[in-house]
C-alpha cells in the first residue's frame, strides 16, 4: 500500500494498492501537468506506478519482470519537460521509463538483482547522460545514455539530492 498522508494533520490523503509488497521510497516530479507532484514507486508486484499526487489515481505502470526493491530517479531525458523514471529491478534490468506514457525508453542488462537505487548526471562531462547504479552481480556500473540534453531533473537520485532531503 502506498499512503499520501497530510503533512499538517497526519490525516491520510490518498492510498493506492499495489497488492504487494513496497520496500522502495517514493520519487516526485510532474507527470500529468496539473501543478501537484505526482508519485513514483516500485513494488513486489514487479512494477512501477506513477500516481496522481491529486488523488492516487494510476497515471501509468510499468511491469518489469520481477520486485522492484530501487527506487526510482526522476529527470527528463528528451527534453519534453515530462520526466522520465529511472529505476532498477530484480528481473536484472535498470530500466528508463518514458514519463509522458510509461514506455520504456532504455533497459540495461546485468547477470543480478538491480536493487540499489540510481543516481543520473552527466559525470565526465560530455553532455550525454550517465547513470550510476550498483548491481547484486558485485559491480558498480556507470552507463552512459544516448540523451544528449536533459532539461528538469527534479529527483536525479535517491531522496533526491545529496543530502538525501526529500522534500519538494
Ligand atoms: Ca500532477
Ligand atoms: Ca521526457
Ligand atoms: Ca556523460
Redesign the pocket.
Known amino acids: 500500500m502506498v499512503y499520501a498522508i497530510d503533512g499538517v494533520t497526519g490525516s491520510e490523503i490518498w492510498h493506492y494498492d499495489t497488492g504487494s509488497y513496497v520496500w522502495t521510497s517514493p520519487s516526485l516530479g ?9 508519485v513514483i514507486i516500485g513494488a513486489d508486484s514487479s512494477n512501477v506506478y506513477a500516481l ?3 488523488n492516487g489515481a494510476e497515471i501509468w505502470t510499468f511491469a518489469s519482470n520481477d520486485r522492484i526493491w530501487s527506487s526510482a530517479a526522476i529527470v527528463d531525458l528528451n527534453d519534453d519537460s515530462i520526466p522520465e523514471a529511472v529505476v532498477g529491478s530484480d528481473d536484472g534490468y535498470l530500466y528508463g521509463i518514458d514519463g509522458s506514457d510509461g514506455s520504456m525508453m532504455f533497459s540495461y542488462a546485468t547477470s543480478d538483482w538491480v536493487d540499489s537505487s540510481p543516481a543520473v548526471g552527466d559525470i565526465d562531462g560530455d553532455t550525454k547522460v550517465d547513470i550510476a547504479f550498483g548491481g547484486f552481480d558485485g559491480y558498480v556500473y556507470l552507463v552512459s545514455v544516448d540523451y544528449s540534453t536533459y532539461g528538469i531533473a527534479p529527483w536525479p537520485m535517491f531522496r533526491k539530492d545529496i543530502e538525501h532531503t526529500a522534500t519538494w
Open positions: 510532474h507527470f500529468n501537468g496539473d501543478g501537484t507532484p505526482d496522481d499526487g491529486t
